[in-house]
């Protein structure tokens, strides 16, 4: 059996090893505040495209949320900041916002489990993991996610033409996010396991280098890394996410901030601008990718291509996408990567479904 790079042997180990990474991923976060209260008029994007995205919003319990702070997590591959900036939105949040820059997922959910983070948007794997080891969220969006947001790259000149013929490559991705569970069912299909080839643990930027430099064999990453390594560095996808991975992706909010009714008010409030934010970028690719690169530092052609692999709109939390968030947990312990069986129907929440209405 190969060993997993960065990664402990264990089950168990590897949640540990999530959570001790914890303190890391809240001393690293770039936060910044973006302060805005009531519900006055916004300033668009630039050009004023998203000016008439939404008129503002308010809480459906009445419940006040101008005295709430609201940490929110972020990351470059939902970019909801940039994404609320471009569709005049940012400033029509009737509450106070700490944004907290993430790598992925995984350390946001860390940092949410130690209260660091309220809300914030993630991949289908990283609410897994943090059920897995016990920490105290809970879904309460969902998206219905672009297939081709997602992907298995190899570098360029790279003679692996197949998934196949990856058999005891190296193989980067980052640990428990949702290219872990694409990269997951991508192997199975092909009639490999994780134990067929040497999985190395790294964060995207490290992932970008390690495949460009030909120190591994491939990357399992999602957008816009994925445009990134295309268009800037030659690299080529051997699948996309079409038939492979999870087709969604959430928000996820801690249990303390849910039982505070002015926070989970807040959170209402700010799902609901998220999911308008959505349908405005869906038929404004273009003003989109514009605010995504300055907030990436990405250049524009690999940002309008990524826009248009990753767009996504909100949808309802279904039976169909417990079920299937409940499929990405049971394959993970089948593959022995997390200890036991997680009921994942603990860790939904569906009371802020009506928030996803684009009125």
């Known amino acids: 059996m190969t060993r997993k790079i960065l990664a402990a042997r264990s089950p168990a180990g590897r949640l540990a090893l999530l959570a001790a990474s914890c303190a890391v991923a809240l001393g690293v976060a770039a936060c910044s505040s973006a302060a805005s209260s009531g519900t006055s008029g916004a300033s668009g994007t630039p050009g004023g495209s998203g000016a008439s995205a939404a008129s503002g919003t308010s809480s459906a319990d009445q419940t006040s949320v101008s005295g709430v ?22 400033n029509r949040l009737p509450f106070k916002v700490a944004w907290s820059d993430f790598t992925s997922g995984p350390p946001m959910l860390q940092a949410m489990g130690a209260g660091a983070v309220d809300v914030g948007g993630v991949g289908n794997a990283p609410p897994v993991f943090a059920a897995a080891g016990g920490s105290k969220i809970a879904i309460v969006g969902a998206f219905q996610a672009n297939p081709l947001g997602s992907a298995l790259l190899v570098p360029k000149g790279s003679p692996i033409t197949s998934v196949a013929q990856l058999r005891g490559k190296r193989i980067a991705v980052a640990q428990g996010s949702s290219a872990d569970y694409h990269l997951l069912t991508v192997l199975r299909t092909a009639g490999l396991s994780v134990h067929d080839v040497t999985l190395v643990y790294v964060q995207p930027a490290a992932g970008l280098a390690a495949v460009t430099s030909g120190h591994v064999d491939a ?10 390594a295309e268009l800037v560095d030659g690299a080529k996808p051997l699948v996309s996410g079409a038939g492979y991975g999870s087709p969604y992706s959430f928000e996820v909010a801690s249990r303390a901030a849910l039982a505070d009714p002015a926070r989970a008010a807040a959170i209402r409030d700010y799902l609901k601008l998220v999911a308008q934010a959505h349908v405005w970028a869906s038929t404004h690719i273009s003003a989109w990718a514009a605010v995504w690169a300055k907030a990436s530092g990405l250049p524009g052609d690999v940002m309008l291509r990524a826009a248009t692999d990753s767009a996504a709109l909100a949808v309802p939390i279904t039976p169909a996408i417990i079920a299937s968030e409940q499929s990405v947990s049971d394959a993970f312990t089948a593959a022995g990567l997390i200890p036991a069986h997680v009921d994942f129907s603990r860790f939904i929440v569906t009371s802020f479904n009506g928030a996803v209405s684009p009125s």
Do not use: C, N, R, V
Request: charge should be negative; proline fraction near 3%.
């Open 219 to 228: 990357w399992d990453i999602w957008s816009p890394f994925i445009e990134q």
């Open 69 to 90: 702070t609201l940490h929110i997590g972020d990351q470059a591959g939902t970019g909801a900041q940039a994404l609320l900036t471009a569709a005049g939105l940012i």
